[in-house]
Each structure stands twice: as C-alpha cells, then as structure tokens.
C-alpha cells in the first residue's frame, strides 16, 4: 500500500494569507511513461462530500480559484492557496491513484 | 452533469452485512470510468473502500477486502457494496463516487449516507 501522510494536521492563517499544505507519499506517484504524478488534492467543508480541486498533482479542476495551486512530483506535494479566503476554512485532503487509491489524513484549515 | 444517490439502511446490526446502492444519473455505468465507494467515520478522515469497472473488474482496499463486495447492476445503471461481519468500527458516511475522465481523482460525488453499526 502507499501511505499518505499530510502535514501539518491543522493549521491557522490569517485572510488574505498564504496557507501550505504539505502531502508525502510512501513511494513515487511519478508515472515515467507519461511523467505523470498520480496525485489529486480535495476540499472538504462540514456536512458535504469532498470537492476535486486539483489532478495530476498541478492540474486545476475546471471552476477552481486560481489562488489554489499544486506542486511536487515523485514523493513530495504541497497544496498552496494564495491568498486565504473565509470560504476556504476547510479540511483539505491529498489522494493518491497510482496504486489503487489512499488519501491522507487530512489537514485542518482555519482563521487565525 | 454526472450524478450519484446513495440509499440503503441507516441501521445495521453488529456482525450483520451492510448493503448500499448507489444510483447514476446524467451517464452510463458502461461509461470508461471506475465507480468507487469512499467511507468517512464521525470527525475522521477518508477511506477508500474499492472500485469496480462496468466489466465486472474491481480493486479491494487490502484492509477489507476479505469482507467487501462491489457489484454492478447496468440495467438499473447503479452499483452497489456489501460489507460483511460488520462491527461499531465500520460506522461512518458512505460516499460513492467515480474519476474523471482523464485521471483516476474522483470529480462525482454523491452526498453521502450515514450508516451507524448498532445493535
């Protein structure tokens, strides 16, 4: 299995900050074949199912605000938002799909 | 626009098996994408619990895969899972889901029910 492990567990920005989000898998995610990184990140607010915000490690889903980003490849991926916004207070999960699929455990975000 | 509900009993008994379906709308289960069921216990993180092809193919989280079977029903255009010798442990909301189309995220989600293990 690959594990997935995020960090830190929760952090707390002020608006309009920068928030980072650290995920580090067991094994590379990297696909040589198609240099790839089987890599996705989610939103997930109190009540609702988790949203797709990003793919491929650095691909934004369609309808995304472009102050998330994502980056990394191989083993190590970090989840960006630019500039915290009150609507991102959320928890926020990194999966992997190289090998069937594990998330992390997830990372609280809140407003300090 | 892909959508999914899932239904099935709010209760279930310990050591008894769990039963959930989840019906597609908006596309076709004989679509080229896996369909997959997530669980989510009380203040917990997210766990992946399997996968299935419309072909009948599937991928087990090797935790409960001794206990856990996910079937398609394409006439009805849903799938389904039935977990097994369930304990206070299996507690949580059930999601289903499916990928995109161009990578193995999951993009569909349904809304999630809860199913609590008690007796």
Known sequence: ??????????????????????????????????????????????GQPPKLLIYWASTRESGVPDRFSGSGSGTDFTLTISSLQAEDVAVYYCQQYYNTRTFGQGTKVEVK | QVQLQESGPGLVKPSGTLSLTCAVSGGSISSTNWWTWVRQPPG????????????????????????????????????????????????????????????????????????????
């Open chain 1, 1 to 46: 299995d690959i594990v997935m492990t995020q960090s830190p567990d929760s952090l707390a920005v002020s608006l309009g900050e920068r928030a980072t989000i650290n995920c580090k898998s067991s094994q590379s995610v990297l696909y040589s074949s198609n240099n790839k990184n089987y890599l996705a990140w989610y939103q997930q607010k109190p």
């Open chain 2, 44 to 119: 917990k993180g997210l766990e992946w619990i399997g996968e299935i092809w419309h072909s009948g193919s599937t991928n087990y989280n090797p935790s409960l895969k001794s206990r856990v079977t996910i079937s398609v029903d394409k006439s009805k255009n849903q799938f389904s899972l039935k977990l097994s010798s369930v304990t206070a442990a299996d507690t949580a909301v059930y999601y289903c889901a499916r990928d995109t189309d161009v990578s193995g995220a999951f993009a569909y989600w349904g809304q999630g029910t809860l199913v609590t293990v008690s007796s």
